[in-house]
């Protein structure tokens, strides 16, 4: 006993950390791709260390945690598109024309805050491949 804390133990430790502190960022780095690649709107729908958008979506009529996105193109610009996935909260207070009908549409005129919460805030690049794909459906 008393080796506990000797150096090869100190070692020891600080390679497991490097190990895990690699481990987490080769992690991080899923979902990345080459330079030049583009971005898929529907990677970014589906894989859920990005948009994870079908955690709550279905692309049907069916309503799921939230409307289905089948027809969303006829029912949503572009542009609001855009602004919404940059942050539903701020798009949601400011109530602009289309998004008041979309609150009346789905019956939640009332609440004061939307029920969509980002898994995390998306990059610009990957809100764009989301509008792209939106709006072919
Ligand atoms: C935690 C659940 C949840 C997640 C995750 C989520 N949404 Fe939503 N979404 C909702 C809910 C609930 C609504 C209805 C409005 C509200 O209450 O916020 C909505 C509304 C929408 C609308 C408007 C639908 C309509 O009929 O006008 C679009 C478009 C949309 N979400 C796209 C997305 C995309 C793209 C993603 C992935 C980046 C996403 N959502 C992630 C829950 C979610």
Redo the contacts with the bound molecule.
Sequence with gaps: MGGLYDSRDEMKRLYIFCMLLLLVSACSGEGERKPGAKLSGKT??FNRT????????RISEKKF?????AG?SQ??SRNW?KK??KD?QKV?KENEPETAA??K??G?ES?S???????RP?RDE?IDA?VE??STL
Excluded: N, Q, S, T
């Excluded at 990005?50 to 979506?57: I, K, L, P, R, S």
């Design positions: 970014v729908f990005m948009g994870g958008c079908d955690v709550c979506h945690v939230g409307p289905g996105l969303i029912r949503a598109l919404w996935l539903p949601w979309m609150k549409r789905i939640e609440k805050k939307p029920g969509m919460r980002l898994i998306l990957e989301l794909y939106l």
